[in-house]
Structure formats: structure tokens, C-alpha cells
């Protein structure tokens, strides 16, 4: 059956761990500059209905280094869910390419797209998920630390798709994960319910930020006002405040601390310039890692079909 990378939660933590080992040795062979052609031929449509700079460099890149070509289609390209019918689309690029990714708003069409194409779909983003950003980001933390066991995870900041996708990685991989959010701004509770249910991890809802983030071994976050948020920005910068990631806040976590942003990162917003710049942040370390984790994706989905 057509396998595709819609969420966390639909792998195993050994499917997990599988996409690890590849990314590992995938990010060594680009290191030496050793050809590794595993999708020659092959070809991706990338649909972006939100715009992102390091989405589409990576797995344009990526898929370039794996031998393969990605196709880019903008909003105006294809207008989905509006202009025609996502199971249309499905359909049509299916009988084009052989892998698609997509970037969009709304997680139905994502479902949707999935269930209609006949080749393996890749989420790219959507409101409810950022399923290979947490991959990247987690392979980074074990890239650094070497394992998982006995860190504490903390994320700061809008329970939004990152949040949610951190809460699924929980679900197959054991953490310690604190998400400290203003009150009324968790992570969705559909999601927080399933992974206590799993009993994987030890997952915490915190609202003081000093708390939280005590004996961190990492901390993470992310913008306070999504794309397509716009109208709420300045209502959730005076809420946020507080959960700023700056140097008084760090100053309470372990003095070995990471700090993580999946960015773009408003500067002086939800993290400063000295911590973003800082000895403590490992961002783009964790920025350049969406493209090998991506290719692993990449090569394990095609290797199914």
C-alpha cells in the first residue's frame, strides 16, 4: 500500500528511527560530496499554498542531490481547494510525478490530497502540523546529545503546528516534553489526549516560563502569530511577552542549554538577538538538517511504492 508523510503519529518509532540511519548517512555522503543518485529520475510536484523560503530550498535541493527534479507550484499555480478540487489535483499530478509535497492552510486538504493520489504525498505544513520540521528538529537534539533519555524538552511559546507535532512525536518516542503556553493557547487537546494515552512520554502543560523551562536541557520556540494570523499579531504580542526566549530566561535551564527556532524568527519578539546568536542556539544546525531529514523521507517513501 501507498505510504505517505502526513503526521508523526502515523509511524512507528522504528519506522522513526529507520528515517534517522538514513538521514545520517545521507547528510555524510553530501559532506564528502559523494553522488547519491537514489531517486534518479524521479520528479516531485511541490504545491505551496503558504509561501516559505527554507521548504522549498530544501527539498528542491534535496531532491536535486538525490538525482531527482522538484517541480514548484505557487498559490497562482494552482489554487487549491478554491480553483479546483483537491481530489482533482491529486489525480492529475499523480499521473505526472512520483512523490508529491505540499504546503498548505487547511489539514483536510492534506487528508484529502493523500487519499486521491495515487503517488506518496509529504506535508509540508498545514495549520494543525510541521511534521518534518520536528523531525529535523529532533534529529538534531539526538545529532548533539547522542541520545533522548533523561532530557527535558521544553517548548515556549503558541501551541500551534509545531506544538501539536512535537505532542505526536511524544506519542512514539520517549521525552520528556513541557509545553508552556499562555492560558488558552495549548496545543490542540485532541492531540495532548492521545499521547497521554499512548504513555510514552512524560508530557507537561506548563504556564510559567521560569518553570518550565527549569533544568531544561532544551528550549524551543517559535513565532507567536502564524501566517494567516495577521489580524491577531499585535493582540498576541502583549500576551506573549512574558514567554520571551531571552538571556534571563535561559539563565534558569541547564548551562549546557540548546536553543531552538524552526524559523523565521521575529527578532526581539518571541527570541532575542543575543540568545538567536548566542553559544547557546544550535538554529541553524537544526535549519540545515530539514534537508537531510527530508531526503530520508524522500527515499523511504519512494522505496515502498
Known amino acids: 500500500m501507498k505510504k505517505d508523510f502526513i503526521s508523526i503519529a502515523d509511524y512507528t518509532r522504528e519506522e522513526l528511527e529507520e528515517i534517522f540511519d538514513l538521514t545520517r548517512e545521507l547528510k555524510e555522503k553530501t559532506k564528502?560530496?559523494?553522488?547519491?543518485?537514489?531517486?534518479?529520475?524521479?520528479?516531485?510536484?511541490?504545491?505551496?499554498?503558504?509561501?516559505?523560503?527554507?521548504?522549498?530550498?530544501?527539498?528542491?535541493?534535496?531532491?536535486?542531490?538525490?538525482?531527482?527534479y522538484a517541480l514548484y507550484l505557487s498559490p497562482n499555480d494552482i489554487g487549491i481547494g478554491k480553483r479546483e478540487a483537491v481530489k482533482d489535483i491529486a489525480r492529475v499530478i499523480s499521473r505526472y510525478n512520483d512523490i508529491i509535497m505540499a504546503r498548505l492552510f487547511d489539514h483536510a486538504h492534506i487528508l484529502e490530497l493523500a487519499e486521491y493520489a495515487t503517488v506518496p504525498v509529504i506535508n509540508g505544513l498545514t495549520d494543525y502540523n510541521h511534521p518534518c520540521q520536528i523531525m529535523a528538529d529532533i534529529y538534531t537534539i539526538l545529532e548533539k546529545r547522542g541520545h533522548l533519555e533523561d532530557l527535558k524538552i521544553t517548548y515556549i511559546g503558541d501551541g500551534n503546528n509545531v506544538a501539536n507535532s512535537w505532542v505526536n512525536l511524544a506519542s512514539k518516542l520517549p521525552l520528556h516534553l513541557v509545553i508552556c503556553s499562555p492560558s488558552?493557547?495549548?496545543?490542540?487537546?485532541a492531540t495532548l489526549t492521545r499521547a497521554h494515552e499512548a504513555d510514552i512520554s512524560r508530557i507537561e502543560?506548563?504556564?510559567?516560563?521560569?518553570?518550565?523551562?527549569?533544568?531544561?536541557?532544551?528550549?524551543?520556540?517559535?513565532?507567536?502569530?502564524?501566517?494567516?494570523?495577521?489580524?491577531?499579531?499585535?493582540?498576541?504580542?502583549?500576551i506573549f511577552m512574558p514567554y520571551q526566549v531571552n538571556?534571563?530566561?535561559?539563565?534558569y535551564a541547564h548551562d549546557d542549554v540548546m536553543v531552538m527556532h524552526c524559523l523565521p524568527a521575529h527578532r526581539g519578539e518571541e527570541i532575542t538577538d543575543e540568545v538567536l546568536d548566542g553559544p547557546h542556539s544550535i538554529v541553524f544546525d537544526e535549519a540545515e538538517n530539514r534537508m537531510h531529514v527530508q531526503k530520508a523521507i524522500i527515499v523511504k517513501l519512494l522505496e515502498n511504492r
Not at 488558552?184 to 487537546?189: S, V
Open 32 to 68: 564528502r560530496g559523494e553522488e547519491h543518485h537514489l531517486c534518479k529520475g524521479k520528479t516531485m510536484s511541490m504545491i505551496f499554498a503558504k509561501p516559505s523560503a527554507r521548504t522549498r530550498i530544501s527539498f528542491e535541493t534535496g531532491m536535486y542531490q538525490l538525482g531527482g
Open 247 to 251: 538571556s534571563k530566561l535561559i539563565s
Open 184 to 189: 488558552g493557547y495549548e496545543p490542540d487537546a
Open 205 to 238: 502543560i506548563e504556564h510559567d516560563p521560569e518553570v518550565a523551562v527549569k533544568d531544561a536541557d532544551v528550549i524551543y520556540t517559535d513565532v507567536w502569530a502564524s501566517m494567516g494570523q495577521e489580524a491577531e499579531a499585535e493582540q498576541r504580542r502583549k
